[in-house]
């Protein structure tokens, strides 16, 4: 007992570490987070859109449904009819034309799969529409069967050629992630988990720039390229790698997958790092990390949120005070009416843009949601160190009680597992 609580409080001292660091960064006030949402729900209109602000919107307002959540699997809940993501569903629906292949016509391969997430959960909140589960089914076979694919098994981001886009890592394997997680039989889990991870590790293969510290390119292969290094495109690839992170943590298949927790961990944080090195002095990321790009403060916002979902599942102390500048420079870059400035046209990645930017009011949801997390992460770490050295003191009067009656058991190495 002695020294198992000693090994307790050791390994709670050292996990202490990222927790200790304060959070300069203040959350968005109520009223900003409900005029940010406002904008996205009415300004999404395309494929990926209407994917991010699903994701948004489940991170921000239904925490436990999440894959963020302590245990989203199996579904807990069904959302309110009214809900916007059930409305959204809905929309969807009514739009589709009826023998459609996908969710929404696009050209697209991957971004109307970043909807098949809505779907699941519409399905699932509503199952006397059998729109919702046809509709999945049918965007399933068409991603896994019809999309072209390179030679070593990536699904291209197009239907009409094969081409790679960073984007694309938020919009497949998160998807194919959750459809294992929500399997009872084990093996369609482990395909689609298992699936997951091995999109990213191919597009990682092919984006990763050999050239530079970790960054990746943005598009590659195909009839034209983007081998630059797209800061939002960091954000779509080390958020994809992290959902899916969190989904098979949540799932029935977390210990025998823990290889694949490893790598995607490491993936992410390899990412993460790189880009905050091309921090500039007010808190803000290029559109490019170069120093010749303009402000994007939408790809500054995905980045921040990113760092902070990275903080709960690895040491990465040292990058949260990058984020948490990022942070309070996002919180003041939001207008009066909700809307992010200066931000890239998310319609074409290479031009500024001075309208609503419905991906960048979503990454704003999703950095106050991760920054919200993280910081109850932190304040769980010192709850259960508080625990522990109340633990550690009752072992102690303990273990001097019994000095002479049990002295081997002070001796005795007890591992414990902190997780
Ligand atoms: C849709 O919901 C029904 C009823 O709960 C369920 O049996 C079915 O498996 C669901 N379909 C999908 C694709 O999740």
Redesign the pocket.
């Known amino acids: 007992m002695f020294s198992s609580s000693l090994t307790v409080a050791v390994a709670a001292f050292c996990a202490l570490s990222p927790a200790a660091q304060a959070l300069l960064a203040e959350g968005l006030t109520t009223a900003q987070v409900n005029s940010v949402r406002q904008q996205l729900m009415d300004r999404a209109h395309v494929s990926w859109e209407y994917g991010t602000a699903t994701t948004a919107v489940l991170e921000m307002d239904y925490p436990d449904i999440s894959v963020y959540g302590w245990a989203p699997f199996p579904i807990p809940r069904p959302l309110d009819q009214d809900s916007y993501i059930m409305r959204n569903a809905a929309k969807l629906m009514d739009e589709r034309p009826k023998d459609s292949k996908t969710i929404m016509e696009d050209g697209a391969a991957g971004d109307p799969m970043s909807n098949a997430i809505t779907m ?1 959960l519409a ?2 909140s509503n ?1 006397a529409d059998t729109r ?2 046809s509709a ?2 049918s965007q399933l076979g068409f991603i896994e069967y019809d999309v072209p694919q390179t030679g070593d098994g990536a699904i291209s981001h197009r239907v009409s050629e094969v081409q790679l886009w960073a984007d694309s890592c938020f919009m497949v394997p998160p998807s194919f992630a959750y459809w294992g997680a ?1 399997q009872t039989d084990l093996e369609v889990q482990r395909k689609y988990l298992v699936k997951a991870y091995e999109q990213l590790r191919l597009y990682r293969d092919h984006l990763r720039d050999p050239n530079s510290n970790g960054l990746w390119m943005h598009v590659v292969m195909g009839t034209w390229s983007d081998v630059g290094h797209w800061t939002t495109g960091h954000g779509w690839a080390a958020s994809g790698m992290i959902r899916v992170y969190q989904t098979i943590a949540k799932s029935a298949l977390r210990d025998e997958l823990s290889w694949a927790l490893a790598d995607l961990s490491a993936w992410a944080q390899e990412i993460v790092g790189a880009v905050w090195d091309h921090q500039r002095a007010d808190g803000s990321l290029g559109n490019y990390l170069r120093d010749d790009s303009f402000t994007d403060m939408s790809g500054t916002a995905f980045m921040a949120a990113v760092t902070y979902r990275l903080g709960v599942i690895t040491d990465v102390s040292t990058l949260i005070p990058h984020a948490d500048r990022a942070f309070t420079l996002v919180k003041n870059s939001i207008a009066a009416d909700g809307r992010l400035q200066n931000v890239v046209n998310p319609y074409d990645f290479t031009t500024p843009y001075s309208d609503v930017s419905p991906e960048g009011q979503g990454f704003v949801l999703m950095c106050q949601a991760a920054w919200r997390d993280y910081t109850a992460f932190t304040n769980g770490i010192h709850h259960s160190l508080s625990d522990v050295f109340s633990a550690f003191a009752k072992a102690i009067a303990a273990a001097k009680s019994n000095e002479d009656s049990t002295p081997t058991k002070r001796r005795r190495h007890v591992p414990v597992q902190m997780h």
């Open positions: 699941l399905n699932y199952p919702f589960q999945f089914y929500i």
